[in-house]
Nanobody, 126 residues
Framework: QVQLVESGGRLMQAGGSLRLSCAAS????????VAWFRQAPGKEREFVAA????????YYGDAVKGRFTISRDNANNTVNLEMNSLKYEDTAVYYC???????????????????WGQGTQVTVSS
């Protein structure tokens, strides 16, 4: 079992920066993947970024590449998402997810992830 708790979402102005955190607990191995997804109203859940639990490999969705950075804080067992140059289109509920069924497989589909947090709302005003 893996537990994930997101925090950090809030109302922001376009162009600003925000950091989201995902506190993870439970049995997570170095080859498991932790990812951030987001879902805007009326849209499907979208892949944002992923990192393996050891922190050595990262992938990003095209919409956030160059603006967002995913990282692993070993001391606090968190996976953080640094979001810069925020746009109105970044408005969504952001979810943390963990995939344990594969090793070092960076899935981009929500169905490929086994555990989910409750989500945190990010709203960007234009």
């Amino acid at each position: 079992q893996v537990q994930l708790v997101e925090s950090g979402g809030r109302l922001m102005q376009a162009g600003g920066s925000l950091r989201l955190s995902c506190a993870a607990s439970g049995r997570i191995e170095s080859s498991n993947i932790v990812a951030w997804f987001r879902q805007a109203p009326g849209k499907e859940r979208e892949f944002v970024a992923a990192i393996n639990w050891s922190g050595g490999i990262r992938y990003y969705g095209d919409a956030v590449k160059g603006r967002f950075t995913i990282s692993r804080d070993n001391a606090n067992n968190t996976v953080n998402l640094e979001m810069n140059s925020l746009k109105y289109e970044d408005t969504a509920v952001y979810y943390c997810a963990c995939a344990v069924r594969f090793r070092n497989y960076f899935g981009r589909l929500a169905a490929e992830y086994d555990y989910w947090g409750q989500g945190t709302q990010v709203t960007v005003s234009s």
